[in-house]
């Protein structure tokens, strides 16, 4: 996900939990043998309404008897397990068990076959209700500017006093890694907030405009159904700051991160140098500038010189931050979130609603100016965000204001760009393709008719591609062999909210069920044994990638609270020296260590965490539903 990380020394490793060990794994010789039977399934629990699959690793070629036993040992259900063979992704050998439907709630129940026997679990109907909070607090946690108080955190241990604040930025000037010299601007923005990106100080706008978005998207949903207190998610459902607003504590924390992009806009009329337009900088070589009109356009970051030594607080690390060349990837981030934004405070906070809109306007307008200013990947001290493909967020700029505004301009744009169409499988910050048939799908208020049975389609039959690559996937997860990237654990979440927006279009459980197959991924379902959320699991991340949460090395430092996803396996970008020290070595699954130093595999970000939010209060909310239609019956 990030470029032209260095190498951070730490004295000391984290102790890697990684399938029954406390050293390094040898994570290539993870195949199963004959007589070796382990089960694999999420160390959170189940809900009582989904799907319920249990992994069986072993060799044996033939069905294998398995058994359900409650917290008293009394048998709850029995059955026969489902060989798959090999998996090329884990490189063992695995069964698919499916656990009865109908199990009763309780905890303390345990799968047994072939002389393996599984950690307890549970069966309950509030299962995400709490993950829910945990992973949409992450934000509060990583909030820049203010002071993080003990009552909005999990404990004392992570509270911490306000850090870059006030803060103003200039562009920046200098030379760069390639020997390009930038001359800065004539002016500087007060950017004061936002949220610290992942394990350093950034702030990425590409990455923040995905972030707000998708917290934004899950509260449209809700709110487009008038099912935001049937959710929970009416005001008080969690305390931060601003609990007792009268406002959704999720709409909320969307707002500090929409504000803080809004700061990062190019003031209208200011001359800024950028790459020259169409031109992508390579990686060792001097960059050709240009100066342009840059007003309306977005920095690309704002970050400092040089990365922050790991651990380190905010408030010890060199205060100096400046603001990077405007991108038109940064600049469309905000047209579409901006755009987002104004639909959903329009009502409740008309000024907000209003400075969101303008904005929105005028970054469309910028980009439409300067159609092919790319990112420039020379800077140290921060992550990349390269994007070379800018129609799909020109596509998603346009149909958000579309949407906002009814304006036929927007939506011929939409129409002209061969972006929107074509059925993709996934998103993510870079890719945005499917962001637009997303908020077609949960937009009650049709404005056309043709467009919106168009954005839905292509919902459902991304979703139907989803599962197919679900179910080739032994461990029946979406995710294929060959996609293990930065960050993978985001890709198998985001493709769980495609699924549970094809849920809420065609009512079929079987895309439920898949996403819950997502959710059960990262918390424990998978060759490791290893639930990637912390808090959550008898084997839980504990040494993320992070600055502040570095209590694996120094106890000086707090481990993560509750609810932080790290990226995941990651066996194409192992950038770090914990990743090459399993280069080649490790089946695509298994490339993972739960060490501070990997921030190529276990660094946490805020486009990681959103989907894991979203799609805990997606959960939630269905089993609430699914709860009360049965209570009705009865």
Same mark, same amino acid.
Not at 132 to 137: F, G, T, Y
Not at 442 to 454: E, H, I, N, P, Q
């Given at each position: 996900m990030r470029a032209n990380r260095l190498f951070l020394s730490v004295a000391t490793s984290a102790v890697l939990l990684v399938s029954g060990c406390t050293t390094k794994p040898a994570a290539g010789k993870l195949t199963a043998q004959a007589d070796t039977c382990e089960l694999r399934l999420t160390q959170h629990g189940f809900l009582p309404s989904a799907s319920k699959t249990v992994i069986l690793r072993t060799a044996q070629a033939?069905?294998?008897?398995?058994?359900?036993?409650?917290?008293?040992?009394?048998?709850?259900?029995?059955?026969?397990?489902?060989?798959?063979?090999?998996?090329?992704?884990?490189?063992?050998?695995?069964?698919?068990?499916?656990?009865?439907?109908?199990?009763?709630?309780?905890?303390?129940?345990?799968?047994?076959?072939?002389?393996?026997?599984?950690?307890?679990?549970?069966?309950?109907?509030?299962?995400?209700?709490?993950?829910?909070?945990? @992973?949409?607090?992450?934000?509060?946690?990583?909030?820049i500017g203010t002071e993080i108080k003990a009552e909005y955190v999990q404990g004392p241990q992570w509270t911490r006093r306000a850090s870059l604040a006030p803060l103003s930025a200039t562009c920046f000037f200098g030379e760069d890694m390639f020997g390009t010299t930038w001359p800065g601007c004539g002016y500087e923005l007060e950017v004061t907030g936002s949220w610290f990106d992942a394990g350093d100080f950034g702030v990425y706008p590409v990455n923040l405009g995905v972030s707000v978005w998708t917290l934004q998207h899950a509260y449209e949903r809700m709110a487009q159904w008038d099912a935001v207190a049937e959710a929970g998610w009416a005001d008080g459902r969690m305390q931060l700051p601003e609990t007792g607003n009268g406002v959704s504590e999720l709409l909320d924390e969307a707002r500090w991160g929409m504000e803080s992009l809004l700061k990062l806009q190019v003031p209208e009329g200011a001359m800024v140098w950028a790459p020259k337009?169409?031109?992508?900088?390579?990686?060792?070589?001097?960059?050709?500038?240009?100066?342009?009109?840059?007003?309306?356009?977005?920095?690309?970051?704002?970050? !400092?010189?040089?990365?922050?030594?790991?651990?380190?607080?905010?408030?010890?690390?060199?205060?100096?931050?400046?603001?990077?060349?405007?991108?038109?990837? @940064?600049?469309?981030?905000?047209? @579409?979130?901006?755009?987002?934004?104004?639909?959903?405070?329009?009502?409740?906070?008309?000024?907000?609603? !209003?400075?969101?809109?303008?904005?929105?306007?005028?970054?469309?307008e910028a980009a439409k100016a300067h159609p092919e200013i790319y990112a420039s990947n020379s800077f140290d001290g921060s992550g990349g965000y390269g994007d070379g493909r800018l129609g799909d967020e020109f596509a998603w700029a346009a149909l958000e204001l579309y949407e906002t505004t009814g304006d036929p301009a927007y939506l011929a744009d939409l129409r002209a760009n061969p972006a929107f169409g074509p059925v993709k499988d996934a998103f993510g910050w870079a890719d945005v393709d499917l962001m637009p048939?997303?908020?077609?799908?949960?937009?009650?208020?049709?404005?056309?008719?043709?467009?919106?049975?168009?954005?839905?389609?292509?919902?459902?039959?991304?979703?139907?591609?989803?599962?197919?690559?679900?179910?080739?996937?032994?461990?029946?997860?979406?995710?294929?062999?060959?996609?293990?990237y930065w960050g993978s654990n985001s890709l198998v979440l985001n493709r769980g909210l495609v699924l549970a927006?094809?849920?809420?279009?065609?009512?079929?459980?079987?895309?439920?069920?898949?996403?819950?197959?997502?959710?059960?991924?990262?918390?424990?379902?998978?060759?490791?044994d290893q639930s990637y959320v912390s808090g959550y699991g008898i084997r839980a991340m504990r040494a993320p990638h992070h600055r502040m949460w570095a209590g694996a090395v120094d106890p000086e430092f707090p481990l993560p609270p509750p609810g932080a996803l790290a990226g995941g396996a990651n066996n194409t970008a192992m950038a770090d020296p914990v990743a090459q020290q399993l280069k080649g070595k490790c089946a695509p699954m298994a490339c993972w260590a739960d060490d501070v130093e990997s921030f190529a595999m276990n660094e946490v970000a805020i486009n990681w965490n959103a989907p894991l939010a979203a799609l805990a209060i997606y959960l939630d909310h269905t089993e609430r539903r699914t709860t009360a239609a049965a209570s009705l019956k009865e």
């Open positions: 033939e069905p294998v008897a398995y058994e359900v036993r409650d917290a008293a040992g009394a048998v709850a259900a029995s059955g026969m397990s489902v060989p798959g063979g090999s998996n090329a992704a884990s490189a063992d050998s695995v069964h698919t068990i499916t656990l009865a439907q109908d199990l009763p709630e309780g905890e303390g129940y345990t799968v047994s076959a072939c002389g393996g026997v599984s950690h307890p679990f549970a069966v309950r109907a509030d299962l995400y209700a709490g993950l829910s909070e945990d @992973a949409l607090r992450y934000f509060y946690h990583n909030r337009a169409g031109t992508q900088t390579e990686h060792g070589k001097a960059a050709e500038l240009e100066e342009i009109d840059a007003g309306g356009m977005v920095h690309h970051k704002l970050a !400092g010189r040089k990365w922050p030594p790991l651990p380190i607080w905010p408030w010890n690390a060199d205060q100096e931050r400046l603001l990077y060349p405007p991108s038109t990837s @940064a600049t469309l981030g905000l047209a @579409a979130t901006g755009a987002q934004c104004a639909r959903l405070w329009a009502g409740v906070d008309d000024v907000f609603a !209003g400075k969101c809109f303008a904005a929105a306007l005028r970054a469309y048939a997303l908020t077609l799908s949960v937009r009650k208020d049709v404005r056309d008719r043709k467009l919106s049975a168009d954005g839905k389609a292509i919902v459902v039959n991304a979703a139907e591609k989803i599962l197919t690559i679900r179910d080739g996937e032994g461990y029946r997860f979406p995710l294929g062999v060959s996609e293990y927006a094809a849920f809420d279009l065609t009512g079929e459980a079987r895309f439920r069920d898949g996403a819950v197959d997502a959710m059960d991924y990262v918390l424990g379902r998978n060759v490791l």
